[in-house]
């Protein structure tokens, strides 16, 4: 028998799930011969409250090697699912950036959770009348947490999705008993674009043009995009999204967004973002809305509700 | 006093949910839910963002369906700024939206839906998955993996991310498709049109004639359909067209989907976080009684297919016909969801290649000029869940100051819920019940790809 796995999804999305699938051929003697899924609700019908749900109210996940959770905490059911994959778990995983850094539901830190909930339940095409559910649902948090503000976490493994062939990785090395090769540099230490100096660019401008390339050439021949005045995040970002050579925003010609996090765990990418262009001279007012850019790290309280109004956004 | 079944979590579909079947005395069945048990509020924090960046951030709703979201996403930011995309700019995002549906029925059905029918709806849990089908029929399993990873690679080398996309951008495209690229896709577009024909013909035989008895009872109800058709001769489409709203009896009603607000309502209970689209414009309010449902319309592929006229390509028309000749229009039978997937993974493919036969593909004006401002813009598109509608306000700095989703599952979460009761009180007897029969009350779920 393989190595005993349990997979979970909290506040999530399904994309680390397929990400998971997009290993391809190399996932069916994974899934088959090396790991033995002991629940994943995605995949396999093994039940919380027993197999016909009336084993009383202790929410139950079998003992594995291995676990697996993606998704951020936004609600108490996350916490009860999260707390028992530590306890039955010997080795917990946090797979993708909602569950290292919050990932984009924790864009909700960035206001009153509490008042924005109710307004869902008020839109124009909402009943009149209606309001937050809250019989038998799991009652909502005050905000998103990453993985590591609720439970130890052994391995964190981001990226929105996360890349397939770094998910293969840490299997093969748990298999083998060894660290995973994981990557610690920037998006821009691994970018293959034309780099030709600053420039004269003193501010940046929004994506409502599309980049200057030709595109009979390869992407070494394009221009860098913060070169070419776009706000790209490939300098506070950490690597590991390229799948083809160059990164994967960029290798659709467009700016990277930060979607694996900081460079170092605990970096701010606003914070490093801001202080990068300071630096090169450019105006940081230029940034429309500069707190999204922490729109995937928004967790560990790095994004909160602005709390005055005189604390105008950027 | 009777007990409470928690069905938790329902596995093998694509979100959080949990079906609580409640018993009397004797042990039958006196009311039955399935609940959504997640919310994460992206209508709210997305206000504030320059609009043209929303299309990278909604595409998170969904990691199965991203560019259903982000497509619409796009569309609805055209709107707001007052910008018509380029025609190849436009007809790269259906090529890339159609391309994504081709994955999305080949996993659905093979990966999360398959195993209730090939190792049979009583088997042990632990052999009814996707893993259990390796074991039992290893070359189709190894073909279906083979054939999803395909469709998911030729999305991701062209567009850069298959799961999140950045590639659609207000006005069109983020880059042209070159004439090699166009060659390789329709190569592995054949490929994948034989297999969707190897995976119609597997399905007939292997499930829907062998499981027709179920076929005919399990969830099944009676509800009226939503989908899109071609405003010109009514063909199933999935990218744009108009929309059908169509009542139990088979009549129809087409508006425009701007006017979504005229003839859709969206109705709350306090027990799930879904909230449940109906049919407001029928006037006769909301209710889930399963002998006199009102309002209550279905979504997703039965549905597309019961709204159309005819399929727009030919091997889906032959299906098609096929499937009327036995099940007629409209079709009302749950577990048909899977029937009309398959049939709509005909269509999806035949409909890429004509895409990439199209003559302006490779053309490289791939996007329009864009100005942000203040606007209001209404995308839609046809997810594989259903008719999905965003819809977003700007303010004159051409951030987003209001926003409005109804999301393709959210249709069925009204239809979900009287399927599994109807499941659960045919089959739930003076308190007789096992894992087996519980499987199959979530298969009443599963067949809607929630």
């Known amino acids: 028998m393989g190595v005993t796995t349990a997979l979970e999804w909290l506040s999530s999305c399904s994309g680390c799930e397929i990400a998971i699938l997009n290993i391809g051929e190399a996932l069916v003697p994974l899934l088959t011969e090396h790991l033995d899924i002991v629940h994943a609700p995605v995949i396999m019908d093994h039940k919380y409250f027993g197999q016909c749900g009336d084993e009383g109210g202790h929410l139950e996940i079998p003992q594995a090697a291995v676990g697996i959770v993606s998704g951020g905490v936004s609600n108490e059911e996350h916490v009860v699912v999260l707390e028992e994959m530590r306890k039955k778990c010997t080795i917990l995983i946090a797979l993708g950036s909602c569950a290292t850094h919050g990932g984009i539901p924790a864009l909700m830190n960035g206001q009153n959770a509490a008042q924005s909930f109710a307004e869902i339940y008020q839109t124009p095409s909402t009943d009149e009348g209606a309001s937050l559910p809250d019989q038998g649902v799991p009652p909502l948090l005050d905000r998103t947490y990453a993985l590591d503000e609720k439970v130890k976490v052994d391995l964190m493994l981001p990226g929105c999705p996360p890349n397939p062939a770094h998910i293969a990785e840490v299997i093969t090395a748990l298999l083998e008993n060894r660290e995973p090769k994981l990557p610690t540099k920037s998006v821009c230490d691994t970018c293959p674009t034309k780099r030709e100096g600053k420039g004269n660019v003193n501010k940046v401008k929004r994506f409502t043009e599309n980049a200057q390339f030709d595109p009979d050439k390869p992407i070494s021949e394009m221009r860098c995009l913060l070169e070419q005045g776009f706000v790209c995040m490939g300098p506070v970002t950490v690597a590991g999204c390229a799948k083809y050579g160059a990164p994967s925003c960029i290798e659709a010609r467009v700016p990277c967004r930060g979607c694996f996090g900081p460079v170092l765990p605990k970096g701010n990418q606003m914070l490093d973002m801001m202080n990068a262009l300071a630096s090169n001279g450019i105006d940081h007012k230029s940034v429309v809305d500069r707190r999204s850019l922490l729109r995937f790290s928004g967790a560990h309280g790095k994004l909160r509700p602005v709390r005055t109004v005189t604390e105008k956004e950027g | ?450």
């Open chain 2, 1 to 450: 006093m009777g007990k409470v079944l928690q069905i938790q979590p329902v596995t093998r579909i694509e979100g959080h949910a949990r079906i609580s079947v409640h018993l009397d005395d004797d042990g039958n069945v006196e009311n039955a839910y399935m609940s959504l048990m997640s919310l994460r509020g992206f209508e709210k924090f997305i206000e504030g963002r320059p609009a043209e960046e929303v299309p990278r951030i909604v595409n998170r709703i969904c990691g199965i369906c991203p560019w259903m979201h982000h497509t619409a996403g796009n569309k609805a930011v055209d709107g707001c700024f007052g910008v018509t995309p380029t025609p190849t700019g436009q007809k790269l995002r259906e090529l890339l939206q159609v391309m994504a549906h081709i994955n999305d029925k080949i996993l659905h059905f093979f990966f999360l839906a398959a195993p209730d029918f090939v190792l049979g709806p009583d088997s042990d849990y632990s052999v009814r998955n996707v893993m259990g089908i390796v074991k039992a029929a290893p070359e189709l399993a190894a073909r279906v993996v083979k054939m999803r990873q395909l469709g998911q690679m030729m999305i991701d080398r062209f567009a850069g991310k298959a799961i999140h996309p950045i590639a659609a951008v207000a006005g069109g495209f983020s880059k042209p498709l070159s004439e090699a690229e166009r060659r390789q896709m329709l190569k592995d577009s054949k490929e994948l049109l034989d297999f969707s024909l190897f995976a119609l013909d597997f399905a007939k035989n292997n499930v829907f004639n062998k499981y027709l008895d179920v076929i005919g009872e399990l969830g099944v109800i009676t509800t009226g359909f939503l989908g899109t058709v071609d405003r010109d001769d009514g063909s199933l489409r999935m990218f744009d067209g108009i929309q059908r709203l169509m009542k139990p009896d088979g009549s129809f009603t087409d508006f425009e989907g701007v006017n979504y607000l005229d003839y859709l309502g969206e109705h709350v209970e306090p027990w799930g976080y879904g909230k449940m689209p109906y049919a407001k414009s029928w006037d006769e309010g909301f209710s889930l009684d399963l002998d006199a449902p009102k309002g209550i319309y279905r979504a997703n592929t039965l549905a597309r297919i019961n709204v159309c006229d005819k399929m727009g390509t030919p091997k889906a028309q032959e299906a098609l016909e096929a499937f009327r000749n036995v099940f007629g229009r409209p079709a009302q039978a749950t577990l048909l969801y899977h029937y009309a997937r398959l049939i709509e993974l005909v269509y999806a493919c035949e409909r890429t290649i004509e895409l990439l036969n199209w003559d302006g593909i490779t053309d490289t004006d791939v996007r329009a000029k864009v100005t942000p401002g203040a606007g209001r813009g209404v995308g839609i598109v046809e997810a594989p869940r259903g008719t999905l509608i965003h819809d977003y306000s700007t303010d004159a700095n051409g951030c987003i100051e209001s926003a409005n989703l109804i999301v393709g599952t959210t249709h069925n979460i009204g239809p979900m819920n009287m399927s599994v009761k109807q499941a659960a009180a045919s089959l739930i007897k003076d308190g007789t019940y096992d894992q087996g029969i519980l499987n199959k009350v979530e298969m009443a779920v599963r067949a809607y790809d929630p």
